[in-house]
T-cell receptor, first 115, second 112 residues
């Protein structure tokens, strides 16, 4: 079985540009969460989607947006990139939402560098 | 609101020695605590989780953690480490499935 797939693995963008990151969850999982991990820090929650609906949003500006498709894959979009957006972006796949016991399965991440 | 503090940013240890990585948390609701490991250029892998019941939780790769409600701690331990345990370790608390609050991580370096 395939795990969580994220693409691309690495990306370099210029300040002011826009970027789209992609995530395919584990087959049968219906929920995707996105995290930003800045170098030297722990991951910070950005969004959670379940059944194509946003179920949670972290403390990030409106430049960050996401969506989930009928096949449960997800995209994270960041507009007007800043140098501070340079980070590892992690996608987590979950079978469902609501139960804090539920284990999240993480992809290997997309390393975004803004220059 | 929930928060997690990992008390040591770096822990160097010799191979086959015991190790403890410390984690304190704060939460206004029931806690669900997790430890993850992150190897270089990889995502997070679950080591163990505390849900309820026994305060001593056993995980993969010989790791275990003890939940202490009075001290609001969830320290990770391993009696004998290997070179392959060198990695970044993160403590996290869940408020809901898929929404975790992480600590800033502890870099464990195992030396020969």
């Amino acid at each position: 079985d395939a795990g969580v797939t994220q693409s691309p693995t690495h990306l370099i963008k210029t300040r002011g540009q826009q970027v789209t990151l992609r995530c395919s969850p584990i087959s049968g999982h219906k929920s995707v969460s996105w995290y930003q991990q800045v170098l030297g820090q722990g991951p910070q929650f950005i969004f959670q989607y379940y059944e194509k609906e946003e179920r949670g949003r972290g403390n990030f500006p409106d430049r960050f947006s996401a969506r989930q498709f009928p096949n449960y894959s997800s995209e994270l979009n960041v507009n007007a990139l800043l140098l501070g957006d340079s980070a590892l972006y992690l996608c987590a796949s979950l079978p469902r939402t609501g139960d804090p016991n539920t284990e999240a399965f993480f992809g290997q991440g997309t390393r975004l560098t803004v220059v | 609101a929930q928060s997690v503090t990992q008390l040591d940013s770096q822990v160097p240890v010799f191979e086959e020695a015991p190790v403890e990585l410390r984690c304190n948390y704060s939460s206004s609701v029931s806690v669900y605590l997790f430890w993850y490991v992150q190897y270089p250029n990889q995502g997070l892998q679950l080591l163990l989780k505390y849900l309820s019941g026994s305060t001593l939780v056993k995980g993969i790769n010989g790791f275990e953690a003890e939940f202490n409600k009075s001290q609001t701690s969830f320290h990770l331990r391993k009696p004998s480490v290997h070179i392959s345990d060198t990695a970044e370790y993160f403590c996290a608390v869940n408020t809901n499935a898929g929404k975790s609050t992480f600590g800033d991580g502890t870099t464990l370096t195992v030396k020969p």
